[in-house]
């Protein structure tokens, strides 16, 4: 019996005795890779799927892991940042678990790779028409603060009735004079469906609409994968006569690279200083603008 | 240091990573083989063999060696590594009448039909903290060894009492042949929910509610219980217990070549059947109704729970979010790895948080000036 089960599993999915490459089976790979065309079929659009149990715990970037190994092939060359930081220490250990999975090369320089796997911010630049950019989700629902009970919720996206996100925003203006959702803005994609951008800051919207790269968000915890294809549009929702901003630091520049054209993080002190938060970026642009 | 915004992330994990392995490999103690875990943290392994949804004693055994004692932790070392496993057979359907109990109560019926198996529980045990000198306990351990094997005490050797009392009837069976109770079953054979390869939401089938709870964390579903019949939620009415039952029951696959089934081991699993007091305004007041629970191993605080839930969800009819929060807050894994993600660096989020405190003030501010300028 043993030997004939065995035969069996050799025979369908090949070789078992080590850990397959990208560490998933071929049968969880191929399944997220069902969802991910799905999702891209339908910018937007929450794909379920049967999220594994991964390495690393759920809220620390299984979602995007499992896009990443569904996604990654021999010859890929991976960037992991978190907050912007390639040497974050949830980073380095992601990065270690995908190269030590598939042997495949790792660099910082966006440009230079083919996947990006990011938790909460966009490199600031490099990235084009040849890149995936996957992006770690905690909260994949973006109305989850204006409902909690999920049979509506379905009912609310499959209908586009988002007039419930929309009298918060009014609301937020209305009573504190700015709207005041910080990061994970949310976004109309595609005229269609309203997404939860990841915690990424607003800074980071502009860089998704109509963009040249393929942005895959996977969130792990809650079972989602959802897409915005290249060049897409993405809108942040908001009125006409109140503009989207993104975060201000007026007179603030990188205390490193002196650049005042990045996403700016407070190093707090009697007299705060300033840094990017993408390290590469501001590695790259040290001695000033080249 | 090394955290978050530094340089050397990497040196810095691997550092955490040593200090882990130092305690647990270095320790000046004896080294515990993964058989001490299986037989003497026996109710520890059943648990972390449910939760993870994988029957494996020794593999349960060194994922708690492994987390040093961590239960949660284990679960999750347990499941991770069934995600690298395919799927290569299912199999086939059970009946849960075939369960050989080794212990079986009912609590509704002072003389049910078939025994009152007390079995294996620390139920009525005083709950005294044992202080015996070690030397003692260890001479009383090894007597009781020699003991097992020749009084054959243990449950799990061959009984040989009858096919009546290690299968016994159910009390749901009487219960029906009074008319006591309303007939729910179906006719249809649906596929069982695959929560592994599904995300279960609202509204879903029973036997994803099922699935669920069957993996889920013991303590959550307990707490689940209780913030039920005494919390905030009240969805939940007392039940009375018709069975709770701890045995074997066969696994089988079918042969991949002749097709037959063949039996290839047995799991040991908890059952509870819950008797609900129909109570409800359109609800039918002469009969009662029934909730089920089954899970991996002894954990009859589980079972329990969850047969109470399972009849309180199908009560509710969807009429509030009861089988949201079973469905979706209830695994182990999702909720502590969510909560302990808090611990990863959020300075982007807070500095975008940070730029909205002063946007606001700054609004206020402008709106202050603005009244000021108005009223002169």
Known sequence: ?????SQLV??????????????????????????????????????????REMPVARGWGSGGLQVTLGVVGPLDTIKVIDQGDDQ????????????????IPETTV???????????????????????????????????????DMRELARMHAEADYSKMWVSLYEDKVRNGVITQSTGYPCLVNNRYVIATTPIPRWDIPKLDNAPF???????????????????????????????????????????????MSFLVEIPGPVSRWVCSDTDWCERHEGGLK | MGYAAARGGLDAIEAAEQLVRLKRMASPSAWVDRDQIVGRLRLAVDRVMGEGGVWDEDLAAVAIRQSEGDLIEAVHLLRSFRSTLPRFAYGTDVDADELRVIRRIVPAFRNPPGPQLLGRTS???????????E??????????????????????????????????????????????????????????????????????????????????????????????????????????????????????VSHPITGNPVHVGDVRVTEVEAIEDLNGIDEDRDRFDVGYGLCFGHNEKKAIAMANLDIACHRDGGQTQVEQSLLLTTDGLDSSGFLEHLKLPHYVTFRSMMERKMAVRNAKQKSASDDKGTSK
């Open chain 1, 1 to 5: 019996m043993t030997t004939l089960l």
């Open chain 1, 10 to 51: 050799d025979e369908t999915v090949g070789d078992t005795s080590d850990v397959p490459f990208a560490l998933l089976d071929e049968y969880s790979k191929r399944e997220i890779r069902r969802a991910i065309l799905t999702a891209v079929a339908v910018p937007g659009y929450q794909v379920p799927f049967g999220s």
């Open chain 1, 88 to 103: 974050g220490v949830n980073a380095v250990n992601l990065r270690r678990l995908i190269v030590s999975s598939t042997g």
């Open chain 1, 110 to 148: 966006a440009a230079e790779s083919t996947i990006v796997q990011t938790r909460h911010r966009i490199p600031e630049d490099g990235l084009d028409t040849e890149h995936i950019l996957v992006l770690q989700v905690p909260v994949p629902e973006p109305l989850r603060g204006v409902e909690r």
């Open chain 1, 214 to 260: 393929l942005s895959l968000f996977g969130a792990g915890r809650e079972k989602r994968i959802y897409a915005v294809p290249p060049h897409t549009k993405v809108e942040p929702l908001t009125f006409d006569d109140v503009p989207f901003e993104v975060e201000q630091t007026p007179g603030a520049t990188c205390f490193r690279c002196t650049s005042s």
């Open chain 2, 123 to 133: 139920d009525y045990t005083s709950r005294r903290l044992e202080l015996t000198d």
């Open chain 2, 135 to 252: 030397s003692i306990a260890r001479e009383e351990a090894e007597k009781l060894q020699t003991q097992l094997w020749a009084d054959q005490l243990d449950e799990d050797a061959p009984s040989t009492a009858s096919q009546e009392h290690q299968q016994p009837r159910r009390l749901l069976e009487t219960l029906r042949d009074m008319n006591l109770m309303v007939d729910r079953r179906r006719t249809d054979d649906p596929e069982p929910f695959d929560i592994t390869r599904s995300p279960a939401r609202p509204p879903a089938p029973r036997s994803a509610r099922l699935s669920s709870m069957a993996r889920a964390e013991t303590g959550a579903l307990v707490n689940q219980w209780y913030r039920n019949i005494l919390g905030p939620d009240g969805y939940l009415h007392e039940v009375t217990l018709g069975e709770v039952r701890h045995g074997y029951l066969p696994v089988r």
